[in-house]
């Protein structure tokens, strides 16, 4: 017994050996922003992909791709309804007219498929429907009218035929269906996957989609964005294309994002959790926002999908709790580079998505979305610490009232951080309680961690319990816990982190 009680004894500081703490203070500055995203920073995407779209052996899209899926899932309407409104991305490559009504569906005659973008439906909205609110960028074909080169068959040439996108756009004007905005070609631009159009001959076509969006929508205050080139960055194609459109004929410029590599990486839970690894694509980011400041001063880039790892992601990790290291800390990353819009792909499909393929029922990195649409607000502010890399750190002024909120991303699985908020207009450590003289404050805190510890989980647990849906398959209730503005704030090792605090001196968020 007593060999036992010593061998336990030894566990206990082994154990205690492998963990540690580390005291931190984060400087925010809250005299100016640094960048501004939109009000409706968050967006996910919807993919067209059949149910027989299999990598290596693995087939996760079922009846989640846009030409079959059921647009009446509870389960799916309540997921868009919490974030009212959510911006949903139509995208992908679809050829001729779908019948694709919220809840019923029929295709048109002579469907088939080719790349370039969603051509067309014969009608597609999500109307109001009990009280849910969608922001929708719709994908038109970029192609029609075109034809393959002969020196080069994944080159495509001649003029952009407008002739179906018009007939969409009436026929969303005449049933009063608000498109956000319209986005031409998918994924055409520089080297192209697929498909490629030439940089200035997509200039050309994008000025008249922008001729003709003028033309049909006369009301400016109504009038849906325009987008493009809505594929991977490549620097000579990308200037190109911004120094051949004039003023005001692109509000956003859009790419894509797959920095993670192929879904079937075994070394992609690694990649997740290195903040090195992590960091390799802020220089796409950067590029993107100086060439739109240099060239289209006047526009925004927006991110238009990113998954992570590509080919549907992985089955292993793209739903699982980990993945929000690498989505959370992107939509830190691209907020502070100016960047607008950052959709995710996809809401619903592949492995990637924020809700699982089969039921519905939201993985954790919905939550961490929806708890950032909620919670951070427009206005980036610069934050700094000298503390481990492996603890990411985003302040923005606080969504619709006063304060700012920070949200802490800690990839480390065996480091705690103590963490306290540093004004840098005096660099002390924020003490939100003058004790004697007034009442304490509260600070909000929402702690997004992994069921039983385990980072490949796909149930995460709020402040310990875990987000279930209700009873009546609404999305639950996703309150803070209050902690004593004055104490530290504790990043347990593999854990997201949202605070809101009022008693910080951000003269930016006013």
């Known amino acids: 017994m007593k060999d036992v009680k010593v061998s336990l004894c030894y566990l206990v500081l082994f154990l205690f050996s492998l963990s540690s703490a580390e005291d931190v203070k984060l400087v925010v500055k809250g005299v100016t922003s640094i960048a501004t995203t939109d009000n409706n920073f968050i967006c996910a995407t919807l993919d067209w992909w059949p149910a027989n ?4 052996g693995d087939c996760p899209w079922g009846q989640t791709g846009i030409l079959n899926m059921d647009l009446s899932n509870k389960i799916l309407t309540n997921a868009i309804k919490a974030f009212n409104p959510l ?28 790349e370039g973008g969603l051509f067309g439906f014969c009608t597609h909205a999500f109307p109001k429907r009990d009280g849910m609110k969608v922001k929708l960028s719709f994908g038109l074909n970029a192609l029609t009218g075109k034809k393959n080169s002969v020196e080069d068959k994944l080159n495509w040439v001649g003029n952009w035929n407008p002739k179906n996108a018009i007939s969409l756009m009436k026929y969303t004007i005449s049933k009063g269906y608000k498109i956000d905005s319209y986005e031409l070609g998918n994924e055409l ?4 996957i697929g498909a490629r159009v030439d940089s200035v001959q997509y200039a050309k076509d994008i000025t008249r989609l922008r001729h003709i969006v003028n033309l049909l929508y006369p009301d400016a205050s109504r009038r849906p964005k325009v987008l493009g080139p809505g594929g991977f960055y490549g620097k000579e194609w990308f200037q190109s294309f911004l120094l051949n459109v004039a003023p005001g004929v692109v509000d956003g ?4 994002i797959y920095n993670l590599g192929v879904g079937v990486d075994k070394d992609l839970i690694n990649k997740i959790q290195d903040p090195y690894f992590l960091s390799q694509v802020d220089e796409t980011f950067k590029s993107v926002a100086q060439a739109v ?21 992985s089955k292993d990790v793209s739903h699982t709790f980990v993945n929000g290291f690498w989505y959370l800390d992107q939509l830190g990353m691209t907020s502070t580079l100016n960047h607008k819009v950052y959709c995710r792909q996809t809401l619903v499909g592949g492995n990637y998505g924020l809700l699982n393929t089969t039921t519905f029922i939201p993985n954790p990195d919905y939550y961490g979305a929806l708890l950032w649409h909620r919670l951070m607000g427009s206005k980036v502010l610069s934050v700094s610490h000298k503390g481990s890399p492996f603890l990411r750190a985003y302040a923005h002024c606080s969504k619709n009232r006063p304060g700012v909120t920070v949200i802490f991303i800690n990839m480390s699985n065996s480091t705690t951080f103590n963490i306290s908020l540093v004004d840098d207009m005096n660099l002390n450590p924020i003490l939100e309680t003058l004790p004697g003289r007034v009442q304490k404050t509260m600070r909000e805190e929402y702690h997004l961690t992994p069921k039983d510890g385990n980072i490949q989980s796909d149930v995460v647990l709020l402040n310990g319990t875990p987000l279930q849906l209700t009873k009546s398959l609404d999305i639950p209730e996703m309150k803070p816990q209050l902690v004593d503005a004055s104490s530290p704030i504790i990043a347990k090792p593999d854990s997201i982190i949202f605070i809101h605090t009022n008693g910080f001196k951000a003269p930016t968020c006013g």
């Open 189 to 192: 631009c520089a080297e192209g």
């Open 53 to 56: 779209k299999c990598d290596y």
């Open 253 to 256: 410029v859009t790419h894509h």
């Open 87 to 114: 911006r949903i991305r139509l995208g992908g490559s679809v050829e001729d007219h779908i019948v694709y009504q919220f809840g019923k569906q029929k295709k048109c005659p002579h469907f088939k498929k080719k």
């Open 293 to 313: 400041k240099e060239f289209t001063p006047w526009a925004a880039p927006w991110v238009g999908e990113a998954g992570g790892a590509y080919n549907s992601g």
